[in-house]
C-alpha cells in the first residue's frame, strides 16, 4: 500500500475518477461526498472508507474530522477536491448574494483550512512526506462576472497554498492544481461548449485524465511546494 490519501467530494465527476484512479494504484482513500450516488458502491468494493460529510454543515464536518482522527494516525496526502458552483443572480445581483459569498468561501477555502489544521498532525506523523493539494480553478487569478463569489473563494484556496506550504514545510508539501475547462457536463448545450472551447489555445476538454495525471506528479514530487499547476490549455495568452 502507498498510504491513506483523503479526498473531499468523491461523489462524481473528478472526485470519483480520481479515488478510482488512487485505488487501483494500491493507495487507501477517504472519501467525503454529499449525496450517496449508486456508483459510489465501486469505491467501496475496492476498500474505499467513503463518508457523508455536508460542508454547509459545521456539525457535520466537525463530526467527521474527529472520525479521522480516531481512525487514522497518518496520512500520505489531502486532495480538497469538493466544490460547489453558484453564480450570482443575473437580474438581481444582490440577491441572496451574502448566502451566495458565504457558501463558496465555506467549501472552498474554510473548510480546507480547517481541514488542513485539524489533520497536520496525521500528515507529519508519517516516516516520509506528505502533500495537500487544493484544486482550484483558472478562474481564481482572471475573476469571473458571472461566478464572482466562486473565482474569488478559489483565489483564497490559492493564497491556504502559500501560508500551508510555509507552515508545514518541510515535512508536508502544499500545492494547487489550477485546471480550467476539465470536461463539459452531460446537459451543457452545443453552443456553450464552441464558446467555451475558444478561450483557450489548445481548444479542447483537459478530462479527468488530465488533472489525475496532475495529481500523481504532485505526489511522487519532491522539491515542489507552495506552487500551482497550470492546466488550462494556454487560456491566458488569448
Same mark, same amino acid.
Given at each position: 500500500?502507498?498510504?491513506?490519501?483523503?479526498?473531499?467530494?468523491?461523489?462524481?465527476?473528478?472526485?470519483?475518477?480520481?479515488?478510482?484512479?488512487?485505488?487501483?494504484?494500491?493507495?487507501?482513500?477517504?472519501?467525503?461526498?454529499?449525496?450517496?450516488?449508486?456508483?459510489?458502491?465501486?469505491?467501496?468494493?475496492?476498500?474505499?472508507?467513503?463518508?457523508?460529510?455536508?460542508?454547509?454543515?459545521?456539525?457535520? *464536518?466537525?463530526?467527521?474530522?474527529?472520525?479521522?482522527?480516531?481512525?487514522?494516525?497518518?496520512?500520505?496526502?489531502?486532495?480538497?477536491?469538493?466544490?460547489?458552483?453558484? @453564480?450570482?443572480?443575473?437580474?438581481?445581483?444582490?440577491?441572496?448574494?451574502?448566502?451566495?459569498?458565504?457558501?463558496?468561501?465555506? *467549501?472552498?477555502?474554510? *473548510?480546507?483550512?480547517?481541514?488542513?489544521?485539524?489533520?497536520?498532525?496525521?500528515?507529519?506523523?508519517?516516516?516520509?512526506?506528505?502533500?495537500?493539494?487544493?484544486?482550484?480553478?483558472?478562474?481564481?487569478?482572471?475573476?469571473?462576472?458571472?461566478?464572482?463569489?466562486? @473565482?474569488?473563494?478559489?483565489?483564497?484556496?490559492?493564497?491556504?497554498?502559500?501560508?500551508?506550504? @510555509?507552515?508545514?514545510?518541510?515535512?508536508?508539501?502544499?500545492?494547487?492544481?489550477?485546471?480550467?475547462?476539465?470536461?463539459?457536463?452531460?446537459?451543457?448545450?452545443?453552443?456553450?461548449?464552441?464558446?467555451?472551447?475558444?478561450?483557450?489555445?489548445?481548444?479542447?476538454?483537459?478530462?479527468?485524465?488530465?488533472?489525475?495525471?496532475?495529481?500523481?506528479?504532485?505526489?511522487?514530487?519532491?522539491?515542489?511546494?507552495?506552487?500551482?499547476?497550470?492546466?488550462?490549455?494556454?487560456?491566458?495568452?488569448?
Amino acid at each position: 500500500m502507498s498510504g491513506t490519501v483523503l479526498i473531499t467530494g468523491v461523489g462524481k465527476r473528478l472526485g470519483f475518477a480520481l479515488a478510482k484512479q488512487l485505488l487501483s494504484d494500491g493507495y487507501k482513500v477517504i472519501g467525503t461526498y454529499r449525496t450517496d450516488y449508486p456508483h459510489l458502491q465501486q469505491l467501496r468494493d475496492k476498500g474505499a472508507d467513503l463518508q457523508p460529510v455536508d460542508f454547509y454543515q459545521p456539525s457535520s *464536518v466537525d463530526g467527521f474530522l474527529d472520525y479521522v482522527g480516531q481512525e487514522y494516525k497518518t496520512l500520505r496526502a489531502i486532495i480538497h477536491n469538493a466544490s460547489d458552483w453558484k @453564480a450570482e443572480d443575473k437580474q438581481s445581483p444582490s440577491k441572496n448574494a451574502s448566502e451566495i459569498f458565504n457558501q463558496m468561501m465555506t *467549501v472552498h477555502a474554510g *473548510v480546507p483550512y480547517l481541514v488542513n489544521l485539524t489533520l497536520k498532525d496525521q500528515l507529519m506523523a508519517g516516516d516520509n512526506t506528505s502533500d495537500i493539494i487544493h484544486i482550484s480553478d483558472y478562474v481564481a487569478d482572471k475573476g469571473s462576472k458571472k461566478h464572482i463569489a466562486y @473565482a474569488a473563494s478559489k483565489a483564497a484556496l490559492n493564497n491556504l497554498t502559500l501560508s500551508f506550504s @510555509a507552515m508545514l514545510a518541510p515535512k508536508v508539501r502544499v500545492n494547487t492544481i489550477a485546471p480550467a475547462l476539465i470536461k463539459f457536463n452531460d446537459d451543457d448545450d452545443e453552443a456553450y461548449k464552441s464558446k467555451a472551447l475558444q478561450k483557450a489555445l489548445i481548444p479542447a476538454e483537459a478530462g479527468f485524465e488530465e488533472v489525475i495525471n496532475g495529481i500523481k506528479f504532485v505526489l511522487a514530487s519532491h522539491y515542489m511546494t507552495g506552487r500551482t499547476l497550470h492546466l488550462d490549455g494556454g487560456r491566458h495568452l488569448k
